[in-house]
């Protein structure tokens, strides 16, 4: 049995009101939410229910905004921390994980490579050196993955990829 406290505190998936994904609140927000008929209940949390005095509201886990909010353009900051995140701290070229990251220029600066979403990758410290200055074919490294611009469902999938499989339909995970 859970806690009132951890109930409270567990995450809602928000959708707008086209059932795009939003962001996340708590159970707290998302019941205030509903009790003011700012938003719906679109799935509940299993078997969970909120007891008050008078009362037992089943707990949110999706709930859907009744007006349409309008979400300004979102863009993922283009920085180190950001670049690590979006390729899951594993450098691109050899897999590594859990060793000293640095970033790399996939088209080397010196040669005309930009800072970019698309230029930039997460490599370990022994690929770079390899790199140098290099394209990577040169030196036979060939990157896993092409590097994209992060999309905002795709930030919240990854942050959401492990605890939540209820959401995944809204998500566009299946
Ligand atoms: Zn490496």
Redesign the pocket.
């Given at each position: 049995m859970e806690s009132k406290v951890n109930i409270i505190n567990r995450s809602v998936l928000v959708l707008n009101q086209t059932y795009e994904p939003l962001h996340i609140c708590d159970v707290k927000r998302a019941i205030t939410l509903i009790l003011e008929q700012k938003a719906s209940l679109v799935l509940t949390a299993d078997h969970l229910y909120l007891h008050t005095v008078s009362n037992a509201y089943p707990v949110p886990s999706v709930i859907r905004i009744h007006q349409y909010i309008h979400v300004p353009h979102w863009e993922a900051v283009l920085n180190k921390a950001n670049i690590f995140r979006r390729d899951n701290y594993t450098?691109q070229?050899?897999?590594?994980q859990n060793v000293p990251l640095t970033i790399d220029h996939v088209v080397p600066k010196v040669r005309g490579g930009s800072d970019s979403w698309t230029n930039l990758v997460t490599?370990?410290v022994?690929?770079n050196n390899r790199k140098g200055n290099h394209l990577p074919e040169e030196v036979g490294l060939k990157l896993r993955t092409q590097p994209k611009k992060p999309h905002k469902i795709h930030t919240m999938q990854r942050y959401l990829a492990a605890p939540v499989e209820e959401w995944r339909p809204y998500l566009f995970l299946d």
């Open positions: 450098c070229y050899c897999g590594a490599a370990c022994e690929c």
